[in-house]
């Protein structure tokens, strides 16, 4: 070490860069030094060295050789291992995608349990409440109440949006219908006076969360696939117009002129919108 | 001869043996490697220029092997481990293609 040092102090005097005045004898590119030092002494230094000094080489064959050994092998195992550990990730890869799938599976078969549970407690409850006074009060604060926070499946008269990616958008994100651009649609349906709203049939409550994840979409924590078809019930009359003019209603206009997405409203007779299944309180209660 | 017969050697082995690196070290296999080239470009041209030793060559070989790795290993206790990595490739990088430069005017004189 300590000839490598004396030689590398060397290597800075026998250097002819500019001085940068005769006050300062630094060179200008005193800040460089690592870099310099790097491409002017690019061989180790201690070669010249021992060579001067004269010493016999033959000795240190068997370690020569012995490093050559592990530098092959080294060349060999990385390349080895970089190999095989290829198709083991893409394995592991696909591994992941149909465990998702069987989540999912497993989530959608037990929505469906839950709305045929919350039939059933339907069902049950008008059997339990009876048919007297407070009876009928309940019942109809029920009724009026489970269609507006999205326990119960509602119909009316609505629009259908069909939003998608504009057709060029496979690289530039701006071109892809994105989180945001479907929570501007949907706050603007809601200012426009819509009563339910529903995403790929997704009932839209006041747990639903539309939130972008990765690629895709979730509505509810699940996966949307494009187009989007936003469902809305409302005023017949006055719902299109209304969103037309809401935040949400111009930035989708602009986002169909400037970035060619796909837009298209129409007012439809009847809508059909399923419960959110996933309408459970399992830790707010009822301050009083 | 050594040299070439040792390498041809040790990618044999590496390829039929197939010794599986520890988890921990893996992340040092790469460095070590271009560490390891370093080396060998360095000791080629020493070699054209006439003053190779191979003693000089095991003991840098060695040392660089280490330095590399320790730095990157401190990378790692310190959180920049992939940053350091970086750094240690582009700058033994530069002396490989400096010296295969050099290598290539003192073979081919162009």
Known sequence: MTTRQGSASSGLEGRTTAIRSPADPRPIDASMDLLNQIIRQPVDPDYAIVKARGESSSRRGIAFGAVAVVIGAMFALAAVQ?????????????????????????QDQLRVRVTALSADIDRLRTGALGDDDTARTLQTQINTLGPAVGTVAVKGPGLLIVVDD?????DDLQDRVLDMDLQALVNGLWQAGAEAIAINGH?????????????????????????YRVEAIGDPRTLHARFAESAGGITWNQLAQNRQMRYEISSMDEVTLQADPGMVLRWAKKAK | MIPIIGLILGIILGLFLEPTIPLALQPYLPIAIVAAMDALFGAFRAYLDGNFTDRVFVVSF???????????????????????STGVVVVLGIRIFTNAAAIRRALFHA
């Open chain 1, 82 to 106: 970089t190999s095989r550990t290829a198709p083991q990730l893409a394995g592991e890869r696909t591994e992941l995608i149909s465990r998702i799938e069987a989540a999912e599976t497993q």
């Open chain 1, 166 to 170: 504009a057709p060029s958008a496979s």
């Open chain 1, 203 to 227: 009932r839209l409550s006041a747990l639903t969360a539309i939130r972008g994840a990765g690629d895709a979409i979730t509505v509810d924590y699940r996966s949307l696939t494009r187009p």
């Open chain 2, 62 to 84: 060695i040392s660089n092997v280490l330095i590399a790795a320790s730095i990157v290993y401190v990378g790692y206790q310190i959180g920049v481990g992939s940053q350091l």
